[in-house]
């Protein structure tokens, strides 16, 4: 009878420890979905802020031939 009854206490974490494994997931899917949005939104600022900084050396470089002629 010992080991049966051993079994059973044994059982009787095993469920508790899937959900807190399926909330590890959770946890470690909700992160990686934040660190894809952040890198995505990241590539989008930079992608912005280079097309910006490329308009101003345009506008820079007119200026300065205009100034020289």
Known sequence: ME???GGGRKERPK???P?????KAK????????KQRQRAEIYALNRVMTELEQQQFDSFCKQMQASGE
């Open 3 to 5: 080991p049966s009854s």
């Open 15 to 17: 469920p508790r420890e």
């Open 19 to 23: 959900a807190a494994r399926l909330e």
């Open 27 to 34: 946890q470690k899917s909700a992160q990686q979905e934040l």
